[in-house]
Structures are given as C-alpha cells and as structure tokens.
C-alpha cells in the first residue's frame, strides 16, 4: 500500500513538472548586424507593438508588416530572436519545439548548415517566429507566463524576454510601446549592412502574377492607328497609273492642236 502510494506521488509530480507543449511556427528568417552583437529575444503581444518596433529600425527595417505574416494576434504573439555575433556558415532551422512550464515558455532551435541566402561572410543570425496563445492540451499559457526563452541547441545561445502584465488576448486600446523588454536593444539610426539577408520561411512567389502573359498580350495587340490605316492594293496602283496616262495624252493634244492652229494662220 505504501509503494503504491510512493509511485502516484512520483507520477503526479512528474506530470506537473512536465512542460506543456505549444505551437511555433517560423515567420522569417536571415542575417541582419544591425540587431546586435549579443543574443537577444524580443515579444510582441500586439500588432501596434510589433509594429513600433519595425519603426524604429530605420533603414535596417526589414521585418514586414503584422498583415503579411502568416499568424493573427488574436490567436498567436510574435517573437523575434537573434544570436548576435556567430561564427557564420550557419543559419537557424525552422523545427521549432516550444513548451510551457511553471512561469517560462522555453523553446529550442536547431542550427542549419549555410546561410539562408545570405553571403557567406554573414554571421548575424535571426528568426521571426509566431507562438500559440494557447497551448496543445487547450489551457492558455499566457495570462501565467512571466519569460519567453529561446536557445539554438546550446545553452550559450539562450535569451529571454521578461513579459510585463501579458494579457490571454489583445486588447483594443493595446499600448503601442512593446510589451517585453529586450536584452539589447538596435540603434535606430544603424545604416544598413551589406550583409543583411532575409530568408523567408514560406513562399509567396505563387501569391504574385508574373508579367510575361501581360507584356506578350501587349506586344500582341496592334495599336489603333494601325489598325486604322489598310495598306495600298494593287488595283489601286493601276488607277493611278492609268489616270496620269490619261493626263498626259489629253495635254499633249492640246499643245498639238495649238501648234497645227498657229501653223495655219502664218500661211
């Protein structure tokens, strides 16, 4: 009887202590110095914080905007992690597993050879990713949660995001200012690098038309005036020839009949 009871005691313990499994899902992805030399985790529990921040980069704004992202603030929040300075030759994969477990969500990313498309000098990785307001098993995480962590395989990686007052769903009268406080903080006035590189994480190239069928349908389509004006016939070549035959032979008549007229008089 007392084993029994020792082995629930462990099981129960165990359960609560358990990470509760939530959804990520990268947003975007690249290299971008401008963010910062140390690794730094940033969130955004709203489009007007998210958007504040994108603002504020300047030129180094390369983070499109909340309605271009594949997520909706009503059901998910967004958050942005860099390395910092790397040893380059790698980006971040985008097999994110989140978790939530007492006051901390901590999430882990894998490292994936190359760059993404960026040069092969960079060596400033990021990602934008989305996570779940609510978690697998269906609680809500949020209201409870006090940091957001992120690391990429190795615990030297790892950054936080201490989250003030977080809110289960966002607000219409949300604060414009960022809800989370950043390690490091990017100067707005950076001036952009030449080893910025975007990667995004899904396509949208299907999403834009291509302009080759409206360029052949232009070159195609002949334009009003010429269309307008036929060509000259062959029937009409011969009018004209015959007309100035016609011509000729009545003026020379005419100058032959003044010149026998004149002969006349002076006999």
């Not at 009545?250 to 004149?262: A, P, Y």
Request: charged share 10%; aromatic share 6%; with cysteine.
């Amino acid at each position: 009887m007392l084993s029994l009871t020792a082995a629930l005691v462990v099981l129960m313990a165990g359960s609560a202590g358990a990470a509760t499994s939530v959804t990520a899902k990268a947003q975007l992805r690249g290299h971008l110095p401008e963010l910062g030399e140390r690794p730094t985790m940033r969130v955004f529990l709203t489009e007007a914080a998210y958007d504040t921040y994108r603002n504020s980069l300047g030129e180094a704004n390369v983070f499109p905007p909340a309605s271009s992202l594949f997520m909706t603030f009503d059901k998910e929040i967004l958050a942005l992690y860099t390395r910092g300075n790397d040893t380059g030759g790698r980006c971040i994969g985008t097999q994110i597993a989140a978790g939530f477990s007492g006051d901390t969500l901590a999430a882990t990313a894998p490292w994936q050879i190359g760059t993404c498309g960026a040069p092969s000098s960079a060596h400033y990785p990021f990602i934008l990713l989305s996570l779940s307001r609510t978690a697998t098993d269906g609680t809500s995480w949020l209201g409870s949660a006090r940091s957001v962590c992120l690391s990429v395989e190795t615990q030297d990686t790892n950054a936080c995001a201490t989250l003030s007052g977080a809110s289960p769903a966002p607000s219409a009268s949300a604060s414009p200012a960022p809800t989370s406080t950043a390690t490091a903080a990017p100067s707005a006035t950076a001036v952009p690098s030449a080893t910025r590189s975007l990667t995004p994480t899904q396509s949208v190239a299907a999403a834009s038309p291509t302009a080759a069928p409206s360029s052949a349908a232009s070159s195609a389509t002949r334009s009003p005036a010429a269309a307008a004006s036929p060509p000259a016939t062959a029937s009409d070549n011969g009018t004209n020839v015959l007309l100035y035959a016609m011509l000729i032979a009545i003026g020379f008549l005419v100058l032959l009949s003044l010149f026998l007229s004149r002969g006349g008089r002076r006999r």
